[in-house]
């Protein structure tokens, strides 16, 4: 017969091997957990994947956000990782690289860093705000109307540090690549743009600058007309001392590239007599001096080649329709360059820019036309 005894002994054994399987258990589900959680989903699959978490986007959403692209494995797992490591509040808004070789944890690191995808944007040297503004809307960065009102507003460009803050920016939104990250404001953009200006401007080129008689905006105007007249960079030095001789002698510059920015928002791309009549700020047939301001935003060359202008007694130049240009001293030499190389139609035919251009658009692999905008300049 079984004592009493003998039956609470077996009880206790009977509890003591359901505890320890519960804690087995226990055990084995946290193991289970972690290691789903901690590990990478697919540790030999390095693809990299963009992610863009929202401003107050909720945990749930972004957990499945990833699992749907199979960057983790189980979102309900990953979501409750979040919430014991205490991550969930620490995650900020951007766009973040993510692949399905990295842990949670180190997913989480990027999530909470805020260094999100940079992604490259080029100003080219001699483009303008239009262009420069049309690229802007078009990489998803804000309207382009709005970053031209930025551009122009007296407030937002006295807070940049350019002294004298000039009248648009115009000039100042220096060609470079530029990484933005998508949560990148158009101001933040203008800022950087201006900034990288201001470190290419140094104390030399202010005193440069003086010795020319020329302000710093002068500079950069005549830097802007050149850097647009010539895609030859041997050129600009000589360029930028026929506008100075003009300057000089108070002649008309009589710059298509000027006149066509004045009428920029109708230019069809063709040049008409009644354009080179038309008095607006920028027409240099009409305005005896500089136009109102840059015409677009010069390069480092076009701005060295302008504080260091080739001294010459050059007061014209021609298009020969290959990138580059005749230059003389007098009308009558001008003439008959003009004679030579425009008007004779055989001398323009398919060498022109605009020709180029075309080919390019239709063959493989062609070289891109010369930067020069016109036919004819100075005539």
Avoid: C
């Avoid at 226990?26 to 990478?40: E, R």
């Avoid at 399905?100 to 080029?122: D, H, K, N, W, Y």
């Amino acid at each position: 017969m079984r004592t009493l005894s003998s039956e609470r002994g077996s009880t206790k054994v009977t509890v003591a091997v359901f505890s320890l399987l519960i804690v087995a258990v226990l055990f084995a589900g946290i193991g289970f957990f972690f290691n789903s959680t901690l590990q990478p989903y697919q540790p030999q699959n390095t693809a990299r994947e963009i992610i863009e978490v929202g401003k107050g986007q909720a945990p749930a959403a972004i957990a499945r956000q990833l699992e749907g692209m199979q960057i983790i494995r189980s979102a309900k797992l990953f979501l409750y990782y979040g919430k014991l490591k205490g991550a969930w509040g620490k995650i900020k808004a951007g766009e973040y690289e993510l692949s399905p070789s990295m842990t949670a944890t180190q997913i989480f690191g990027i999530l909470e860093s805020g260094i999100s995808v940079s992604r490259p944007f080029l100003v080219r040297e001699g483009e303008n705000s239009y262009e420069i503004a049309a690229q802007i809307e078009a990489k998803g960065f804000g309207s382009k109307d709005r970053f031209l009102k930025l551009s122009r507003d007296p407030a937002f460009i006295s807070a940049l540090g350019l002294n004298p803050p000039p009248a648009t920016l115009e000039g100042y939104l220096y060609p470079d690549t530029y990484l933005l990250q998508r949560k990148m404001t158009q101001e933040d953009i203008l800022k950087a743009m201006v900034k990288r200006f201001q470190s290419a401007w140094g104390p030399n080129d202010e005193q440069k600058a003086h010795e020319l008689g020329l302000t710093r905006d002068q500079v950069i105007t005549l830097a802007s007309i050149v850097e647009k007249e010539t895609g030859a960079p041997e050129e600009r030095p000589i360029i930028a001392g026929v506008f100075h001789n003009r300057l000089t002698k108070k002649m008309k510059l009589q710059s298509d590239p000027t006149t066509i920015y004045g009428i920029w928002q109708k230019y069809k791309g063709n040049l008409h007599k009644s354009d080179l009549l038309d008095p607006t700020p920028y027409n240099t047939y009409t305005v005896a001096a500089l136009p109102a301001g840059p015409i677009s935003n010069p390069g480092a060359e076009a701005i060295r080649a302008t504080l260091n202008p080739a001294v010459h007694h050059y007061l014209y130049f021609v298009s020969k329709n290959d990138g580059t240009h005749i230059f003389t001293g007098t009308y009558e030499e001008h003439s008959k360059a003009v004679a030579q190389f425009q008007i004779d139609r055989k001398a323009r035919e398919g060498k022109s820019w605009r020709d180029l251009k075309k080919r390019a658009a239709t063959t493989p692999n062609t070289p891109t036309a010369p930067k020069t905008e016109v036919e004819t300049t100075n005539h």
